[in-house]
Each structure stands twice: as structure tokens, then as C-alpha cells.
């Protein structure tokens, strides 16, 4: 069994046939999905996806590029609203400057706001960062020293600085389809040296769809490409990435209760 670590089925590409898409991800042996918010303003659609489907789990939190566009909100509400049975991660937040769609200042106070709703909840930190290296390890830093933080660098294709200092925090790694395309080879050397116990796997869908799908809508079923590829990458069984992939996710978000032997 595989699980999508970090997906979007609350996007409108995904409204019309999200039944068949849960099937097919279903059909591919992808035993779990974990739906991401990006915008509080849409939460309860993020969460009554979640509700719907036994196998969907979901996130709250606010994407950097909607940082100054969402309405304030601090630690403890974002903590609250994580009561909710099937939230079981914070997040996706983080730092952006690449795009800048919000001011660098509002990024990271946003970011610092998630970072103390995952201490106070006891859940999983869902860390998007893009051009930001050195920002993002000084906030996740602050935020570990202050105790009781954990967590996962989303969709990474970043550099060794980023993946070495987040594993030192005890943060989790997960790969995207990115790890497939041709010109990725600085990021499957860092992909061939993250540890067994501290890796996942993810489609970000409806972006980065892997070969052989690449340029088309990325779907959850698609995980499992990702996935054949990097078993091949670290020289292991696809049975034996599935299982060492399914048990990182079942202890980073012990919260969904999965059984994973």
C-alpha cells in the first residue's frame, strides 16, 4: 500500500469526477490520501472532502502565496480548528520568493503562526518552501528549540543545505513527480541519500504529474510512478518503498490511526 502524502482535491479541476479520482487512486493500490488546504477561507471544503471519503485525511492552514491575501489569523485558532477528527497535519505554510505573491514579512509571520499551531496541536508542520533555503531553517530552528515540533518538507527540490538541517530537526522528506524529470539530477542524488525512515512520497496533484504522465493533470493514482521510480533510484523493491514510504506516514501523522504492521 502506497499513500499520497500531499494532494489537492478541493481544486476545481478535480469537482467533477473526484469519485472516480479517489477509485482510481484506490484501484492503484494507493491506500490513503492526504488532501492539503492552502486557503483557511476554504477549509470546510477541504474538510468535508476529508469527511467524505473513509481513507481521505486532510490539513489546515495557509499556502505563503495566500498569505497577505487571507484574513489574520493566529496559532491558537489554526490549533482549534486542527481538533477536528480528520485533520492530522498544519499547514501547507511556508516561504515563497520565488513567486512573492505575498510580502516576504507577511510570509514569515504566517509561517511562525503555523509553526507554534503545530506545537500547540501536537501535529505534523507541512512545510512549503521554494528560493527561501536559509529563511525556512531559521524559522523550523526557532520553532524546534522551542520544543514539540515535527514535521515534513512537501514536494522537496531543494538543496542538500535544506534536506541535511531539516532531518537534523527530525522533519521528514517527500518527493514529488519532480524526482522523474529529466533535468532533476542534482535532486535524485539528494533523493538516493534521504534515510529509510524518514522519507514519503506525494503527486502535489493537480501539479507536477511524473513520467510518463509529465505536462498532463496529475492525479493521486500517479503516486505510484513516483514511487517505481525511486524504488529503482535506491535500488529497492517497489514492495519494500511502499512499505517503508506507508510506515514514515503512519508515524509523522499517527493521528489518521492507520495500521501499518
Excluded at 514569515?108 to 531553517?137: K, M, Q
Excluded at 512537501?154 to 534536506?163: D, E
Excluded at 532533476?184 to 493537480?206: C, H, N
Amino acid at each position: 500500500m502506497l499513500i499520497d502524502s500531499h494532494c489537492h482535491l478541493d481544486f476545481e479541476t478535480f469537482t467533477p469526477e473526484l469519485e472516480a479520482i479517489v477509485a482510481r487512486a484506490r484501484e492503484a493500490g494507493v491506500g490513503g490520501l492526504l488532501t492539503i488546504c492552502t486557503r483557511l477561507t476554504e477549509f470546510e471544503r477541504v474538510k468535508s472532502i476529508a469527511d467524505r471519503f473513509p481513507d481521505v485525511w486532510c490539513s489546515v492552514g495557509i499556502h505563503p502565496h495566500e498569505a497577505a491575501s487571507e484574513p489574520a489569523t493566529g496559532a491558537s485558532r489554526l490549533a482549534d480548528l486542527a481538533r477536528h477528527p480528520k485533520v492530522i497535519g498544519i499547514g501547507e505554510a511556508g516561504l515563497d520568493y520565488y513567486y512573492e505573491h505575498s510580502p516576504r514579512d507577511r510570509q514569515r509571520a504566517v509561517f511562525r503562526d503555523h509553526i507554534e499551531a503545530a506545537r500547540l496541536s501536537g501535529l505534523p508542520l507541512i512545510v512549503h518552501s521554494r528560493d527561501a533555503d536559509e529563511e525556512t531553517v531559521e524559522l523550523l530552528e526557532e520553532g524546534a528549540a522551542a520544543g514539540g515540533l515535527a514535521g515534513v518538507i512537501h514536494c522537496f527540490s531543494s538543496t542538500a543545505f535544506l534536506a541535511e538541517r531539516a532531518l537534523a530537526l527530525g522533519f521528514y522528506i517527500s518527493l514529488s513527480g519532480i524526482v522523474t524529470f529529466r533535468k532533476a539530477g542534482a535532486l535524485r542524488d539528494i533523493a538516493k541519500t534521504i534515510p529509510a525512515d524518514r522519507f514519503l512520497v506525494e503527486t502535489d496533484s493537480p501539479y507536477l504529474a511524473p513520467v510518463p504522465h509529465r505536462g498532463k493533470r496529475n492525479e493521486p493514482a500517479f503516486v505510484t510512478h513516483t514511487a517505481a521510480f525511486l524504488a529503482e533510484l535506491r535500488g529497492l523493491e517497489p514492495a519494500t518503498l511502499a512499505r517503508e514510504t506507508t510506515a514514515n506516514f503512519c508515524r509523522l501523522f499517527a493521528k489518521a490511526g492507520l495500521s501499518c504492521g
